[in-house]
């Protein structure tokens, strides 16, 4: 009996597959320094970004909000390109995905502005800003892969939707 079709996260790297797993063992200080420049660019990015527009403890802390939302939108539109367009590509991802965004996005930063607002007396801008950033970051994932889908001829491409070239196109995955 074939097993379930399970939507892949991560569009260029299934463990499953035989082939994914050597090709990260074959190269994984490629892929750690593909992580660790991209890391280094998208952190400073978000630096000074957050340079550029400061806030006060207690107001709502507008360049982290706008980094991770912008972020998640080119997380999304990022994940539909590579599922499309992603094979032969091995390090973009870890680059791009991983190591830009991920350093450009910031959870710590998000959970230290929250308790700032606490701590300044402005409960209802920290609960706020909390429920904001979930909710925008979700909305932004999934209109960055929605538009880019669109953009990419009208396909869908995450989410448990079709992929050119997976499973639900008789792909080899």
Request: charge should be neutral.
């Amino acid at each position: 009996m074939s097993e379930p079709f399970e939507p892949r996260v991560d569009p260029d790297v299934d463990l499953r597959v035989p082939a994914d797993r050597a090709e990260l063992a074959a190269h994984p200080a490629a892929v750690l320094a593909a992580v660790a420049a991209g890391g280094a660019l998208g952190a400073l990015a978000r630096a000074g970004l957050q340079h550029a527009f400061p806030s006060a403890p207690a107001a709502f802390p507008w360049a982290t909000f706008g980094v991770n939302l912008s972020g998640c939108l080119l997380i999304g539109a990022l994940m539909a390109l590579l599922a499309r367009h992603g094979s032969g590509r091995p390090l973009l991802r870890p680059f791009l995905g991983v190591g830009v965004l991920g350093g450009y996005t910031t959870f710590s930063t998000y959970a230290v502005d929250a308790h700032q607002a606490l701590v300044a007396g402005a409960p209802g801008t920290a609960l706020a800003y909390l429920g904001a950033t979930v909710a925008g970051a979700l909305a932004a994932v999934w209109l960055g892969d929605a538009l880019t889908g669109r953009l990419l001829g009208g396909r869908a491409t995450l989410a448990g939707r079709r992929v050119a070239g997976g499973p639900a196109d008789g792909g080899d995955r």
